[in-house]
């Protein structure tokens, strides 16, 4: 079975432009959740979506959004760019509803000149 | 203020010894506990998941206990190998908080021969 596939994998963006980070969840998987991880903060839930719903959000500012699609991936975008954007963002994908195993892909590495 | 700590300083041990990793946390009431380890540049990779109701938990040379009068969690790898030198995380869920997990800063392991 293939793992959590995440594109692209590195990306660099300048302050004040937007980014679209993609997650493709393992095959049967619905939940879908994102991190953002960064050395100073470590992992910080973003949100998590669950058949096309976002169930729970962190607390970030609105700059950071989401969705999911009918086939379970996912989309997470980041608007108006500040350096401190700069960070590992992981997806994580699970089968059940709450409380289950998480399974992360190999994240995005976003540079924010 | 709600907070997930764990050792602070990285843990340098001998092959073939026991590590101990500490979780402690304050003002949370989780409805479990998972452990994660972490490749430098790789996504966390689940490695076990406890229960409130459990106390302990045990998977190969992996053993973890949730003790929640004292608000922690050890995890313990027996005879250890310089192939489990990595960063250990460990993370809370929430009732209700479906898949969101909240991260602990991790423990840098290194195990040396």
């Known amino acids: 079975k293939a793992g959590v596939t995440q594109t692209p994998r590195y990306l660099i963006k300048t302050r004040g432009q937007q980014v679209t980070l993609s997650c493709s969840p393992i095959?049967?998987?619905?939940?879908v959740s994102w991190y953002q991880q960064t050395p100073g903060q470590g992992l910080q839930f973003l949100f998590e979506y669950f058949s096309e719903t976002q169930r729970n959000k962190g607390n970030f500012p609105g700059r950071f959004s989401g969705r999911q699609f009918s086939n379970s991936r996912s989309e997470m975008n980041v608007s108006t760019l500040e350096l401190g954007d700069s960070a590992l963002y992981l997806c994580?994908?699970?089968?059940?509803?709450?409380?289950?195993?998480?399974?992360f892909g190999p994240g995005t590495r976003l540079t924010v000149l | 203020s709600q907070k997930i700590e764990q050792n602070s300083e990285a843990l340098n041990i001998q092959e073939g010894k026991t590590a101990t990793l500490t979780c402690n946390y304050t003002n949370y009431s989780p409805a479990y506990l998972q452990w994660y380890r972490q490749d430098p540049g790789r996504g966390p990779v689940f490695l076990l998941l406890?229960?409130?109701?459990?106390k302990e938990k045990r998977k190969e040379r992996l053993k973890v206990t949730f003790d929640t009068t004292l608000k922690q969690s050890l995890f313990h790898i027996t005879a250890s190998q310089p192939a489990d030198s990595a960063t250990y995380l460990c993370a809370l869920g929430l009732t209700g908080g479906g898949n969101k997990l909240t991260f602990g800063t991790g423990t840098q392991l290194k195990v040396e021969l």
């Open positions: 994580a994908s699970s089968f059940v509803l709450a409380g289950d195993t998480q399974y």
């Open positions: 095959s049967g998987h619905r939940s």
């Open positions: 406890i229960r409130e109701n459990e």
